[in-house]
């Protein structure tokens, strides 16, 4: 049975874990066949809306200054290359569409449908330049440009550019171009002011950005957490919106930002600065919970400098595609941030281990299943050291156990004692209880990346394996007809697996690890709990990251069987026997714990002799 204190650190465990699971990792909602239905058809072809044709006399009272322009015919220039497709306006002289070529939501990867994603339209999305003029602010997208481009399929090796131009009167032009090279998605974006000087005030140029997210993944939640990123020209200091799912927050950015971004669970837009930095901004982002296809809305509202559009320094980039670490690392600077590869204790693992590894390995297996497989048996590997030590020091304490039993049968009850004679114990034979922990907490940082890197990993995405048609979330073999608070309405088997694989692994280093005495925690109980615990936590995680763990106990379990053939105990006793004997005689250099032991040893010893002198000065009186 257990005590107390084991009840109480068991549930306070069990409150951090499933803590974690409400607060932060996704929930599961089934989509309602009416709700595919809609956003399937809202991907393929969006419903314009029907509204009255503005009055031309009423377009060129707000136009002001830019009345001549501010009636036309709205024409299309198309510019892509192997990557992304982009489609752009003459009003305004704007992005429109941009479609990501090689790339598929996950409802058209499930249907097996040749549908390119569209990461933004203008029928959800906007961008827009507004001018402070002296009549009044004026949305250049209200603005019908001219333009001689063609656009075209660019080539690679190549640039190709389109420009737009809105001419007024005395040589005043605004002039809107963006190239885009052969590859890549990365599109290059000039606003230049000529002559104007008359017309506008000495305030900011606006640029008001709204980007609505659209389903991309399996589950709705994982684009619900699309947030709004940012670095501050320094270069150094990047921040971001809360990824919390529900309700809006917001934030103003008073300091100058060198690129803002909006990021959804695996693709990001931004806007990046190559010269003067945006000023101030303000940036926004709001879940939307009842709406299935705009599920949430993100808005950054910039000022730009005016005097450098003026000067020709308007120079920004516009990224549209993959949020992919070896892709954006060396867009911008700090932009390799907007993939959280892990905590920053744990980046270091992360970005010089795992991420050059899955390079490697994504070179030598086309199927992510065997690479993970092969990613597993890299990193056991080099950890063989470590689970070596941990098993030889578990193997002398299971040598010392019997006299841990005398100890305690001669002492009794008494912790404080128990502890004290066990030190006692292992200072006489060299031995230090923590040479077993510390190998094992020099893998947890190993399990702590894998944890953060799996769920923002796109190479797993659309990557089957198995009965898992995609790595990059929950594996689902039944859909259950209600749902488990924590847990969600469907099973995951990968989960299983790994939750039986560690129950598994538990059974067997229970068999190897000696009986605890006088702790408050039964660890060997707690082998069997926290995998079931583990199994609410992972069953919407990617499938991935549960076969990953999966692959990880069977290895660590295959390493221990072995190791045990070749680890003699005998001779680990006959080790123990020998140091006990040198450390009696001084004869050996003791160890710096042994040493440690020692003073504290003789410490206690003062201290029960001073506090027994004191009791024996009270009884005299």
Same mark, same amino acid.
């Given at each position: 049975?257990?005590?107390?204190?084991?009840?109480?650190?068991?549930?306070?465990?069990?409150?951090?874990?499933?803590?974690?699971?409400?607060?932060?990792?996704?929930?599961?909602?089934?989509?309602?066949?009416?709700?595919?239905?809609?956003?399937?058809?809202?991907?393929?072809?969006?419903?314009?809306?029907?509204?009255?044709?503005?009055?031309?006399?009423?377009?060129?009272?707000?136009?002001?200054?830019?009345?001549?322009?501010?009636?036309?015919?709205?024409?299309?220039?198309?510019?892509?290359?192997?990557?992304?497709?982009?489609?752009?306006?003459?009003?305004?002289?704007?992005?429109?569409?941009?479609?990501?070529?090689?790339?598929?939501?996950?409802?058209?990867?499930?249907?097996?449908?040749?549908?390119?994603?569209?990461?933004?339209?203008?029928?959800?999305?906007?961008?827009?330049?507004?001018?402070?003029?002296?009549?009044?602010?004026?949305?250049?997208?209200?603005?019908?440009?001219?333009?001689?481009?063609?656009?075209?399929?660019?080539?690679?090796?190549?640039?190709?550019?389109?420009?737009?131009?809105?001419?007024?009167?005395?040589?005043?032009?605004?002039?809107?171009?963006?190239?885009?090279?052969?590859?890549?998605?990365?599109?290059?974006?000039?606003?230049?002011?000529?002559?104007?000087?008359?017309?506008?005030?000495?305030?900011?140029?606006?640029?008001?950005?709204?980007?609505?997210?659209?389903?991309?993944?399996?589950?709705?939640?994982?684009?619900?957490?699309?947030?709004?990123?940012?670095?501050?020209?320094?270069?150094?200091?990047?921040?971001?919106?809360?990824?919390?799912?529900?309700?809006?927050?917001?934030?103003?950015?008073?300091?100058?930002?060198?690129?803002?971004?909006?990021?959804?669970?695996?693709?990001?837009?931004?806007?990046?600065?190559?010269?003067?930095?945006?000023?101030?901004?303000?940036?926004?982002?709001?879940?939307?919970?009842?709406?299935?296809?705009?599920?949430?809305?993100?808005?950054?509202?910039?000022?730009?400098?005016?005097?450098?559009?003026?000067?020709?320094?308007?120079?920004?980039?516009?990224?549209?595609?993959?949020?992919?670490?070896?892709?954006?690392?060396?867009?911008?600077?700090?932009?390799?941030?907007?993939?959280?590869?892990?905590?920053?204790? %744990?980046?270091?693992?992360?970005?010089?281990?795992? *991420?050059? #590894? +899955?390079?490697? &390995?994504?070179? =030598?297996? !086309?199927?992510?299943?065997?690479?993970?497989?092969?990613?597993?048996?890299?990193?056991?590997?080099?950890?063989?050291?470590?689970?070596?030590?941990?098993?030889?020091?578990?193997?002398?304490?299971?040598?010392?156990?019997?006299?841990?039993?005398?100890?305690?049968?001669?002492?009794?009850?008494?912790?404080?004692?128990?502890?004290?004679?066990?030190?006692?114990?292992?200072?006489?034979?060299?031995?230090?209880?923590?040479?077993?922990?510390?190998?094992?907490?020099?893998?947890?940082?190993?399990?702590?990346?894998?944890?953060?890197?799996?769920?923002?990993?796109?190479?797993?995405?659309?990557?089957?394996?198995?009965?898992?048609?995609?790595?990059?979330?929950?594996?689902?073999?039944?859909?259950?007809? %209600?749902?488990?608070?924590?847990?969600?309405?469907? *099973?995951? #088997? +990968?989960?299983? &697996?790994?939750? =039986?694989? !560690?129950?598994?692994?538990?059974?067997?280093?229970?068999?190897?690890?000696?009986?605890?005495?006088?702790?408050?925690?039964?660890?060997?109980?707690?082998?069997?709990?926290?995998?079931?615990?583990?199994?609410?936590?992972?069953?919407?995680?990617?499938?991935?990251?549960?076969?990953?763990?999966?692959?990880?106990?069977?290895?660590?379990?295959?390493?221990?069987?072995?190791?045990?053939?070749?680890?003699?105990?005998?001779?680990?006793?006959?080790?123990?026997?020998?140091?006990?004997?040198?450390?009696?005689?001084?004869?050996?250099?003791?160890?710096?714990?042994?040493?440690?032991?020692?003073?504290?040893?003789?410490?206690?010893?003062?201290?029960?002799?001073?506090?027994?002198?004191?009791?024996?000065?009270?009884?005299?009186?």
């Amino acid at each position: 049975m257990m005590d107390r204190n084991q009840i109480t650190g068991l549930l306070l465990i069990m409150a951090m874990l499933l803590g974690y699971q409400f607060f932060f990792a996704p929930t599961i909602e089934p989509e309602k066949p009416q709700d595919k239905a809609k956003i399937a058809q809202n991907q393929k072809a969006p419903v314009a809306k029907v509204t009255a044709k503005p009055d031309s006399v009423a377009l060129k009272s707000a136009a002001g200054d830019f009345a001549s322009a501010a009636v036309g015919t709205a024409k299309e220039v198309i510019l892509e290359n192997k990557d992304i497709k982009v489609t752009f306006s003459t009003q305004g002289g704007r992005i429109k569409q941009v479609l990501l070529k090689n790339y598929k939501t996950y409802n058209a990867f499930a249907e097996n449908q040749n549908e390119p994603l569209v990461i933004f339209d203008e029928s959800f999305d906007k961008i827009a330049f507004e001018l402070p003029t002296t009549k009044g602010n004026v949305d250049l997208n209200t603005l019908y440009f001219n333009t001689a481009s063609t656009g075209g399929m660019v080539s690679e090796g190549k640039t190709e550019k389109v420009t737009f131009t809105l001419n007024l009167a005395n040589g005043q032009t605004v002039e809107q171009s963006y190239s885009l090279a052969g590859s890549g998605f990365l599109l290059d974006n000039d606003l230049k002011l000529t002559g104007l000087d008359g017309i506008l005030k000495n305030e900011s140029v606006k640029l008001n950005w709204l980007e609505n997210v659209r389903p991309t993944e399996k589950d709705l939640n994982e684009n619900r957490k699309a947030t709004v990123n940012y670095l501050l020209n320094d270069g150094e200091n990047f921040d971001q919106l809360s990824e919390n799912p529900t309700g809006a927050n917001d934030a103003t950015l008073d300091q100058p930002l060198k690129w803002v971004a909006f990021k959804k669970k695996y693709f990001l837009s931004s806007f990046i600065t190559k010269n003067a930095p945006i000023q101030k901004a303000q940036v926004y982002g709001t879940a939307n919970e009842q709406d299935s296809v705009n599920i949430k809305t993100l808005r950054a509202n910039m000022n730009l400098d005016l005097a450098s559009l003026k000067a020709g320094k308007g120079n920004f980039q516009w990224y549209f595609g993959p949020n992919d670490y070896n892709i954006i690392k060396d867009v911008a600077p700090g932009f390799g941030k907007n993939v959280k590869l892990s905590y920053d204790i %744990f980046l270091p693992i992360t970005r010089y281990v795992f *991420v050059p #590894l +899955f390079n490697v &390995l994504e070179n =030598v297996f !086309s199927n992510y299943g065997l690479l993970i497989i092969a990613l597993v048996l890299i990193i056991k590997f080099a950890l063989l050291p470590l689970t070596y030590k941990s098993y030889v020091s578990m193997a002398k304490m299971r040598i010392l156990q019997p006299e841990l039993n005398a100890i305690k049968e001669k002492i009794g009850d008494d912790p404080a004692k128990q502890q004290q004679a066990q030190m006692k114990l292992y200072g006489e034979v060299g031995v230090s209880p923590l040479s077993g922990c510390v190998p094992v907490l020099a893998t947890m940082p190993v399990l702590m990346a894998v944890f953060m890197l799996f769920p923002n990993l796109i190479n797993l995405r659309q990557q089957s394996f198995l009965w898992a048609n995609d790595l990059s979330t929950f594996d689902s073999i039944a859909t259950l007809p %209600f749902s488990i608070p924590l847990y969600g309405s469907h *099973v995951s #088997l +990968f989960t299983l &697996l790994m939750t =039986v694989s !560690s129950i598994a692994y538990g059974y067997y280093n229970n068999q190897n690890t000696p009986d605890q005495t006088g702790q408050p925690i039964d660890m060997k109980k707690m082998a069997y709990i926290t995998p079931v615990i583990f199994m609410f936590v992972m069953n919407s995680l990617p499938a991935g990251m549960s076969f990953y763990y999966f692959v990880s106990n069977i290895v660590t379990i295959l390493q221990q069987i072995g190791i045990r053939k070749f680890v003699d105990e005998d001779k680990i006793k006959a080790v123990l026997d020998e140091n006990r004997k040198k450390i009696a005689a001084g004869g050996v250099k003791k160890s710096r714990f042994s040493e440690y032991i020692s003073k504290q040893m003789k410490a206690v010893e003062e201290a029960q002799k001073t506090q027994q002198a004191e009791q024996a000065k009270k009884k005299k009186k």
